[in-house]
């Protein structure tokens, strides 16, 4: 079993429209949890990080962490073409390692 | 630098010849990542660094592969006799700390096989 698993989509919504991208791990020790967006051609950059459970919000972005069942997730708000891009979710083992799900491509269409 | 630095961001090279790929974190941060991300594929990861010890280096897949870093600072990622499967993109990403809760990638190596 891989310690995050994550739907590769891909997943296509009209613009506006609300966008859940979800993820699942194996580890219940495992406190922090993070949220890249990968366009094209480009390396990952980091869209918002939660620690333990709760959520924690960003502009059109909530990152929803629910530890009861191992399960973490993202909301985007009123999606926008320029959204579209690959978004991939990470843990952070006890050893300090970035541990990541495969990514959901996603696209935004106008 | 402003943020990670990865050279080169192309490489092409003959199945069986050797590559270096580089890769210069932000100033201080002392937790350093190699990843590798095939087309369509999510990051595989290869070693992490905490100052110049590597205390992670499960993801290597191979002994043609190593990596130092040096100084706290620039890495070295090194595959030896390259094969047509090592195609991929090679990505280094830095820290502040080993927390890595907010580490920053580097544009990437596209490394081609022939």
């Known amino acids: 079993q891989k310690e995050v698993e994550q739907d590769p989509g891909p997943l296509s919504v009209p613009e506006g429209a609300i966008v859940s991208l979800n993820c699942t791990y194996s580890?219940?020790?495992?406190?922090?949890f993070m949220w890249y967006r990968q366009y094209s051609r480009k390396g990952p950059e980091l869209l918002m990080y939660t620690y333990s459970s709760g959520n924690k919000e960003d502009g059109r972005f909530t990152a929803q962490v629910d530890k009861s069942s191992k399960y973490i997730s993202l909301f985007i708000r009123d999606s926008q073409p320029s959204d579209s891009a690959t978004y991939l979710c990470?843990?952070?083992?006890?050893?300090?390692?970035?541990?990541f799900g495969q990514g959901t491509e996603l696209s935004v269409k106008p | 630098g402003a943020g990670v630095s990865q050279s080169p961001s192309n490489k092409v090279t003959e199945k069986g010849k050797d590559v270096e790929l580089r890769c210069d974190p932000i100033s201080g941060h002392t937790a350093l990542y190699w990843y590798r991300q095939s087309l369509g594929q999510g990051l595989e990861f290869l070693i992490y660094?905490?100052?110049?010890?590597?205390?992670?280096k499960s993801g290597l897949p191979s002994d043609r592969f190593s990596a130092e870093r040096t100084g706290g600072s620039v890495s070295t990622l090194t595959i030896q006799r390259t094969q047509q499967e090592d195609s991929a993109v090679y990505l280094c990403a830095s820290s502040l700390d080993r927390g890595g809760t907010e580490a920053f990638f580097g544009q990437g190596t596209r490394l081609t096989v022939v």
């Open positions: 990470a843990t952070l083992n006890q050893g300090g390692k970035l541990i």
């Open positions: 580890n219940s020790a495992f406190q922090y």
């Open positions: 660094f905490q100052g110049n010890s590597a205390p992670d």
